[in-house]
């Protein structure tokens, strides 16, 4: 039988997801419940669809449409998330979906449709030169051997903050994180999120999500947001107050992390997210011994579009970054949350 594009529907979303988990090339970004978190925490209309044939979905295409007055409109796969694009257990399923995507941006007019790869570019899409970069490396369980693995001046740094007296709890708590993760994005300049989009990440993501917070004196340092996929762990929100540095709490809360998701959920590799090129972030990832791997982020644009360009590295943010980490940290959690819904 022929291949036929259908909406995902809620009664789809157990066979969409079990596609997911069992195709090697998905992530935990392709999961159905990520649809549901991009409409009630940000208000944007999604429009994922499945490909099916013989009355089996044989590939799946999570897509949503981003459109504000300060960033633009474009339909991305997968926003807010590091990973996207269709994934289908054949060939001819991957066309139909690729063709769907195309059919839609020329129906809504949109400027722009991205796809997120995290293997090869889509032949024929244009790609930006290499921006964001993620970071994946096996983990063994063992705690002993995942230490001696990080490279020697980075284990001093997690043993430096262990000496502090730095303990560890693990919970669900996302407005717990969300009090660090502010204070530390603040100081970034960047805009926060929502508690709202936390905490809907926590629900909607029962058994594959928890939030670990790093202690000093029995005051939050340092608290991340991970998930859990097939082997996969993926530390995906997390940050530090001022102390954490000096604390060395950041470098605890990442082994921490690893850690327990080898010898508690058997985890075997380690995804620590992407980072933009020549930022801080993407020193500190090398220096735990990960290699940078490009990410593929490619574009169909209609006639007379360029490509999108919203990010921290645009010289033309400078100045606004600049203001935004002088800004009261109440003054910059009340503002965040709109701003931030149209950087997916």
């Excluded at 940078?292 to 100045?319: I, M, V």
Aim: glycine share 10%; with cysteine; hydrophobic share 40%.
């Amino acid at each position: 039988m022929a291949v036929r594009i259908r909406p995902l529907e809620d009664a789809a979303a157990g066979a969409w997801d079990r596609f997911v988990q069992t195709t090697p090339d998905a992530t935990f970004f392709h999961l159905s419940a990520w649809r549901r978190v991009i409409e009630k925490a940000f208000g944007h209309t999604t429009h994922y669809a499945y490909a099916e044939q013989d009355g089996d979905i044989v590939g799946v295409l999570p897509l949503a449409r981003i459109r504000t007055r300060l960033f633009g409109d474009a339909l991305v796969s997968t926003p807010f998330c590091v990973y996207g694009g269709p994934v289908s257990a054949t060939p001819e399923a991957a066309a139909a979906l690729e063709d769907h995507a195309r059919d839609l941006m020329r129906r809504t007019g949109v400027p722009s449709l991205e796809f997120r790869r995290i293997g090869a570019p889509d032949l024929g899409w244009q790609e930006r030169p290499p921006l964001y970069y993620t970071f994946r490396k096996p983990i063994t369980g063992d705690a002993e051997v995942d230490m001696k693995a990080i490279p020697r001046k980075q284990r001093a740094m997690v043993r430096k903050g262990l000496g502090n007296g730095l303990t560890s709890v693990v919970d669900g708590d996302t407005d717990k994180l969300h009090r660090v993760y502010a204070e530390s994005v603040r100081n970034l300049g960047t805009p926060v999120f929502s508690r709202r989009y936390f905490r809907l990440l926590g629900t909607l993501f029962p058994g594959m999500s928890d939030v670990l917070t790093v202690m000093h004196e029995d005051r939050p340092v340092a608290s991340v947001l991970s998930f859990y996929f097939r082997d996969e762990v993926l530390p995906y929100y997390g940050g530090g107050t001022r102390a954490a540095r000096s604390l060395a709490a950041n470098d605890v809360m990442y082994w921490e992390v690893m850690r327990r998701a080898g010898a508690e959920r058997g985890s075997r590799l380690f995804d620590f997210g992407r980072s933009k090129s020549g930022t801080g972030a993407f020193d500190f990832k090398r220096n735990w011994g990960f290699q940078p791997q490009p990410l593929h982020y490619c574009y169909q644009l209609r006639q007379g579009a360029s490509l999108p360009d919203n990010n921290p590295t645009n010289p033309r943010y400078k100045l606004i970054i600049a203001a935004w980490r002088r800004l009261p940290l109440p003054v910059a959690n009340l503002l965040g949350p709109p701003i931030v819904r149209g950087l997916g």
